[in-house]
């Protein structure tokens, strides 16, 4: 073992730090943490890992030995998923291709947080959050602007002086009484100065994005279930590397929806969509090609493709899929 390795009390980057472990690993902190967490699926080149509930918190997240494999599709892929359920995206990764990930730091890439498993395990388990985030230029923090203002202030310090202190110009201090991140070495000056915190805390479970204002439906036999669906009523939200192949929302019912193909892959799918179902508390349908004396598989219930066709209403399809469901209870 590496001595950086030692002190830090992690792994080494061996071939036994797997990906596989990784998500092990994530799973318990989360169990352990006291969310309901869904199955192992064992899925390669999917744009999620795992998919976690706490009350009204939903988290799915991705796991990543080398955070820089993480591409814009994916990660776009991860944003509508989880703007679509309205949950929290989150990649935990080890390292990039320079070094490894830092711990109390936030990372991004492409919009989507990034931690490393020990930031994930403090923030869940012990409650203690990054304070540091990494963005172009540096590492930086938030400041609490209205906290240093009013000590800044209530001292009489100019902002003349405050800014001499900091090694910064006045509108700099401005804009951090106004919100703007500063840089870490900044912050600690002024802190230092004030003998006083002015630092937030980050949460890496805070998620902000704009919904794409369309999606283009698949061609095939896919796209075609996706036409009827929205011709009965629903918005459909096309995905990608996904156990599911759409998300369909009416109102306030979303569809994890996914779309059959051979036996096995039926049946493979619909548990995997089942359990998934379950921790997001949405409900579930599976189209299938043919008519299938099989109503349901694991609590997702299979509507054919001609059960579809004579649908006229979106509240027709849901009708159906009650009377299919055999949901298994947690």
Known sequence: MTQRAQAKGRRPRTASASREQLIERIRETLSKSGYYVSEQHHL???SFDIVARKDRQLVILKALCNIDSLSSNDAEQLKIISLTLDASPLVIGMHSSAAD???GILYSRFGVPIISEETFGEHMLNGVPPFIYA???GLYVRIDGEA?????ERRGISLGALAEVAGVSRKAIQMYEGGMGAMVEIASRIEEFLDEPIVL???PLVFTAEMPEKFDIPEGSSGEILDMLREIGYLVVPTRKSPFDALAREEEILLLT???GEPKTIVRKARIVANISRVTEKKA???IDEDSTIEEIDGTPLVSRDELRRVDHSEDLLDLILKREKRVRQ
């Open 258 to 260: 996914g779309i059959g």
């Open 135 to 137: 963005a172009p230029g």
């Open 101 to 103: 990930l830092e711990d």
């Open 285 to 287: 349908v599976m189209i």
């Open 44 to 46: 390669r080149s999917i």
């Open 148 to 152: 240093l203002k009013e000590l800044r």
């Open 201 to 203: 805390s980050l949460d």
